[in-house]
């Protein structure tokens, strides 16, 4: 089995000097976020002409996000995102941002060696379930884990 590349070692000081320095990034990106979600509250809103809503095996390509307003009979258009800017609503993949391997797509910059298996965006659907539907195995993945105990 070919051993996986790891985080040098160091030492408590050597490592607390480093997470302070992060630190510093760190709380740069969130003044960053929360100047881009004032930014995205004052956007304008557009009204949307009435519209047939089309049930799961109609039109558009999913995985996007809209957000719409009421005012009276009028429905306005908010905001919109798809791709990457779902993430928000996806704890796991920024949980995963946090782990010395992060999501191991093979996108992200990490150190040679690092683990990277997984085309961009493949962590949507594994075994052809969406991944927030994966609470437990299927029937064929625990026959086969159990298979040969």
Same mark, same amino acid.
């Not at 990106?29 to 009435?50: C, I």
């Not at 609503?89 to 010395?100: A, I």
């Given at each position: ?12 000081? &050597?490592?607390?000097?480093? *997470?302070?320095? $992060? +630190? ?5 990106h969130?003044?960053?976020?929360? =100047? ?50 779902? &993430?928000?609503?996806?704890? *796991?993949?920024? $949980? +995963? ?10 996108? =992200? ?10 085309e ?5 659907q594994?075994?052809?379930r ?18 040969n105990?």
């Amino acid at each position: 089995m070919k051993e996986s590349a790891t985080p040098r070692i160091a030492s408590r000081d &050597e490592w607390e000097q480093a *997470r302070a320095e $992060l +630190l510093v990034r760190e709380k740069a990106h969130t003044k960053a976020g929360d =100047e881009l979600v004032a930014a995205r509250r004052r956007l304008p809103m557009m009204r949307l002409e009435p519209v047939t809503v089309v049930g799961p095996e109609g039109s558009g390509d999913g995985g996007d996000l809209r957000c719409y307003l009421r005012v009276g009979d009028d429905v306005f258009q908010t905001y919109e995102t798809k791709w990457r800017g779902v &993430e928000a609503m996806m704890p *796991r993949l920024q $949980l +995963l941002d946090l782990t010395v391997y992060g999501r191991q797509e093979t996108w =992200e910059d990490s150190p040679a060696g690092w683990p990277q298996q997984d085309e961009a965006g493949s962590w949507w659907q594994r075994n052809g379930r969406p991944v927030a539907q994966l609470t437990r195995t299927s029937k064929q993945e625990e026959q086969s884990c159990c298979s040969n105990s």
